[in-house]
Nanobody
Framework: QVQLVESGGGLVQAGGSLRLSCATS????????MGWYRQAPGKRRELVAT???????NYADSVKGRFTISRYNAKNTVYLQMNSLKPEDTAVYYC??????????WGQGTQVTVSS
């Protein structure tokens, strides 16, 4: 049974930081591209950042220089360090695991709220 469990969300003031974690089980973590996506109320889910099995990262323009994605294969966990948070970063953040062109797996999401 595949599980992706996000944690670390919460309420933070603008300019603050949060670190999200996504613990996985039931997949061969090391070979998957891992990603973070977010969905704000009334908006479509959007890519935040991805990291390949080889450690290559990709970021949405809106978070470049502020967010950092990383992975720790020994713990089957991917992280998202979020600094200099803005109110527009408020959303539910979802963890994603994808291997090649296979159907991706998703977590249940964690709420991040940034107050102005």
């Amino acid at each position: 049974q595949v599980q992706l469990v996000e944690s670390g969300g919460g309420l933070v003031q603008a300019g603050g930081s949060l670190r999200l974690s996504c613990a996985t089980s039931g997949i061969i973590f090391s070979i998957n591209t891992m990603g973070w996506y977010r969905q704000a109320p009334g908006k479509r889910r959007e890519l935040v950042a991805t990291i390949t099995s080889g450690g290559i990262t990709n970021y949405a323009d809106s978070v470049k220089g502020r967010f950092t994605i990383s992975r720790y294969n020994a713990k089957n966990t991917v992280y998202l360090q979020m600094n200099s948070l803005k109110p527009e970063d408020t959303a539910v953040y979802y963890c994603n695991a994808q291997f090649g062109t296979s159907v991706p797996f998703w977590g249940q999401g964690t709420q991040v709220t940034v107050s102005s």
